[in-house]
């Protein structure tokens, strides 16, 4: 018998599913109320740890669970954010480790991912709280001037019951989440949290120049607007990294300390709101 578990390293975030071919051998006897275990062993491809899944099968219900300290498990209800959360840490870190040889275009090109990190994480974030709570959800549609005046027909979301969170993450899926002053309103109308508040006013304004000068990188070839270079050498990079990691930290300390609900059915609301 199959079984697909889908399991992210805790380390470094690296997904990875996995066939298991259930041993018969160790599936106790029908009726018996012990349960069978098979143990999965699995190096992580990215940063080569090695993570021990357990696999449990109840006789009795003909049912799977599967239980790991050491993964985070795609059944778990917070898989997506922790997942984003240790990505972005360990992808930071990578970049803060790296033995190499500092070219302005590997400084550019290092200072311009560390933006992009950070960027990513934000997007996760936010995709995940608006599609796992209820009022997060609402939350959004109520501070999206796109989104309140979006329109459609009876017979529409009858036959489409899933129209209202398409609607909501196509319009997450066209936000620019390097734009601070986007996800500054996110925070307030998601949240009500101010982003100064929860990064401070001076990194805020420190993140906005970073993100400029990865404007200028991308689009000018590493030149401001007046001609001048932009070089961005280790010991540069190193205090943009650091920043990136704090900013980082700080966001997902302040908003896993509102302890939002997370509601599988919520995730889905509509589809369970058809089951219903």
Request: net charge negative; proline share 1%; aromatic share 10%.
């Amino acid at each position: 018998m199959e079984l697909s578990i889908t399991f992210a390293c805790k380390t470094c975030g690296e997904e990875v599913e996995i066939i298991h071919i259930v041993d018969e051998f160790n599936a106790p006897l029908p009726g018996s109320n012990d349960l069978g275990e098979d143990l999965i062993s699995n190096d992580c491809n990215r940063c080569g740890e090695n993570k021990n899944i357990i696999v449990n099968y109840d006789a009795n219900s003909a049912s799977f669970f599967v239980e790991n300290n050491t993964a985070l498990l795609v059944t778990d209800d917070d898989y997506i954010l922790e997942r984003a959360h240790i990505n972005a840490i360990f992808s930071l870190n990578e970049l803060q480790d790296a033995d190499v040889n500092y070219t302005d275009f590997l400084g550019r090109l290092f200072f311009t991912h560390s933006i992009t990190i950070l960027e990513a994480y934000l997007s996760d974030l936010f995709k995940f709280y608006i599609n796992s709570n209820f009022s997060c959800f609402l939350n959004f549609i109520e501070s999206s001037k796109e989104l309140k005046s979006e329109r459609f027909t009876l017979v529409e979301f009858l036959t489409n019951k899933n129209l209202p969170i398409k609607k909501v993450n196509t319009r997450l899926d066209e936000l620019l989440f390097h734009n601070l002053g986007v996800v500054s309103a996110l925070f307030e109308g998601v949240f009500n949290l101010k982003f100064n508040d929860v990064i401070g006013k001076e990194n805020r304004s420190s993140l906005e120049k970073l993100i400029c000068y990865r404007h200028d990188c991308i689009h000018r070839n590493g030149r401001t607007k007046n001609g001048s270079s932009i070089f961005t050498d280790k010991d540069i990079n190193m205090k943009i990294f650091q920043e990136m990691k704090t900013t980082i930290h700080n966001i997902h300390q302040a908003v896993l300390g509102l302890e939002i609900e997370i509601n599988k059915k919520q995730r889905n609301l509509w589809n369970y709101m058809d089951n219903e």
